[in-house]
């Protein structure tokens, strides 16, 4: 991680080093992620087939039909806002220990990816929702609820990170927050086994294997690709992350600065000049 | 501090919390960035004082910034609550597997209540109640069946084989224009339904491959 990310200001700061958030890995990163989009997509809308098997009388077929194909990136950005916002909670818990700006950057990075990641999960499962259950959303469901109130709990997190605040009591709150929303996410992987048969959203498919061929190996695709562009997002909010938190204390450094080249000025010229605007006149 | 500035122009709300301006931008809390520079300035010799409002150059006040924040804190707070109180009041309408729903049937009557079942082949036939459109069908979950009226059109993916959940209550009788139910139980008891969700499966396999050969031949079961 540290190659990707620079490295922890307890052992190098990398403030000379960090001056944009792109890097020659983060480029083959990309590169990887656009050819990656460019294979889902194929295996997506062409080559795997739609979900529809024989129906129990003769002549007919059940099942999803072209609707399925939204699974493919529905089922990774699911997987992947688990991920995300997980490793925000971890990254908050090792902030609230070694008080290291570099998790806290790194926890602030991966909720803004995983508050993003849990929006399309909601927005891909309502698209899927309305043709096959016959609802956009149901209020009664556990899964679905609780996946909204992961969204609101980590958007709620990011509004706080934009309370104007010191860098320190900042950075403190929102990782007591981030790590406390962590007990969402179990909450949300297991309801549907936690409430069976009394969810209306189905039970995993892949924990119980019940998909194969070309469209397992679609949504195994999908969960890769999903996977290279969070790490390829995240790289790159945590070193825009970073760069902000350098502005920040530079632009402080300056204030310290400024205040200290007044304060050598001439006792007389201060007393002067800038009395009653700037209100620091000297005894 | 060695020095007690003397301001006369009145604080901007906020600046009284301590909200330290620099010329780079910066906006810091007194809570951290204050504490840090006094013990800098204590030798220094620092004017410590927040800046006004027009020092800030453009920068939109850290006020207003709070302000937008909290309000967006506030409306996600708003949401989670919303959305609790409504999952609670919903999900306590009882949720029954149609045995359960059987068993209890005495128990439940004429409350309403969530079945689930799945709808058993060849029962599905379209009717008429009180002009409006409607479909009866028999549902089935655990080896015990149920005969149901739904009221409304059902979703577009309603077929037999295919789980649903229905909201209703028990009616004892027969349903108006409906003398038995196709492949029913017809035991005297419909489920009135009016709310259809169909409830997908997670199964991605073909199940029964021997089937649509069957199929095919119109070998499938065709009759109860």
């Not at chain 1, 050819?35 to 087939?49: K, Q, T, W, Y």
């Not at chain 1, 098997?53 to 007919?60: D, I, L, V």
């Not at chain 1, 959303?137 to 709990?153: I, N, Q």
């Not at chain 1, 860098?167 to 962590?182: S, T």
Request: overall charge negative.
């Amino acid at each position: 991680m540290s190659f990707l990310l620079g490295r922890s200001p307890d052992r190098s700061p990398p403030r000379a080093a960090l001056t944009h958030t792109g890097s020659r890995t983060t480029r083959i990163l990309g590169a990887g992620v656009l050819v990656g989009v460019v294979g889902l997509g194929l295996c997506a809308f062409i080559f795997s087939p739609p979900d529809s098997r024989p129906g129990p009388e003769a002549g007919t077929r059940i099942g999803q039909f072209d609707v399925v194909r939204l699974m493919y990136v529905h089922v990774p950005a699911a997987i992947w806002t688990y991920v995300a916002l997980g490793t925000c909670a971890a990254a908050s818990a090792v902030y609230l220990w070694r008080r290291s700006t570099w998790w806290d950057s790194l926890a602030h990075a991966c909720a803004e990816i995983g508050v993003v990641l849990c929006a399309v999960t909601l927005l891909t499962g309502m698209i899927w929702g309305r043709p096959v259950w016959g609802t956009w959303w149901e209020w009664g469901d556990v899964r679905l609820v609780t996946t909204l109130v992961l969204f609101l709990a980590y958007a709620g997190y990011l509004a706080l990170r934009s309370v104007p605040a010191a860098p320190e009591a900042r950075a403190r709150r929102a990782a007591i927050l981030g790590l406390g929303g962590a007990v969402l996410i179990p909450i949300v992987n297991r309801s549907v086994e936690w409430w069976e048969n009394r969810t209306l959203h189905q039970q995993s498919t892949l924990e119980e294997l019940r998909i194969e061929d070309l469209t397992l190996f679609t949504l195994v695709l999908g969960i890769f690709v999903m996977g290279l562009l969070v790490l390829w997002l995240v790289v790159h909010r945590f070193r825009l992350a970073w760069l902000e938190a350098e502005a920040e204390s530079a632009g402080l450094q300056a204030a310290l600065a400024e205040r200290r080249a007044e304060a050598a000025e001439p006792v007389a010229a201060g007393a002067g000049e800038d009395g009653a605007g700037e209100g620091s006149a000297g005894p | 501090m060695t020095e007690t500035p003397a301001d006369p122009a009145p604080q901007p709300a906020g600046a009284g919390e301590g909200d330290a301006v620099g010329a780079g931008g910066a906006a810091a809390d007194g809570e951290g960035a204050a504490g840090a520079a006094e013990s800098d300035a204590g030798a220094a010799g620092l004017d410590l004082t927040p800046r006004r409002r027009e020092d800030r150059r453009g920068r939109r006040p850290p006020t207003a910034r709070r302000v937008i924040s909290l309000l967006v804190v506030a409306a996600a707070v708003g949401g989670i609550t919303f959305a609790l109180v409504r999952l609670v009041t919903d999900a306590s309408l009882f949720f029954l597997n149609t045995d359960e729903a059987v068993e209890r049937r005495d128990e439940l009557s004429g409350q309403r209540f969530r079945m689930q079942g799945t709808p058993v082949a060849h029962s599905v036939t379209e009717t008429r109640v009180d002009f409006e459109q409607a479909v009866a069908f028999s549902v089935s979950f655990e080896g015990v069946s149920a005969d149901v009226v739904h009221v409304g059109s059902p979703p577009d993916l309603f077929t037999p084989g295919v789980p649903v959940v229905l909201e209703g209550r028990w009616i004892e009788g027969v349903p108006p224009d409906l003398d038995t139910f196709a492949c029913g139980v017809n035991d005297g008891y419909y489920f009135a339904s009016d709310h259809m969700l169909v409830k997908h499966d997670n199964e991605y396999r073909d199940t029964y491959p021997d089937r649509l050969d069957a199929a095919g031949a119109g070998g499938a079961a065709e009759g109860c």
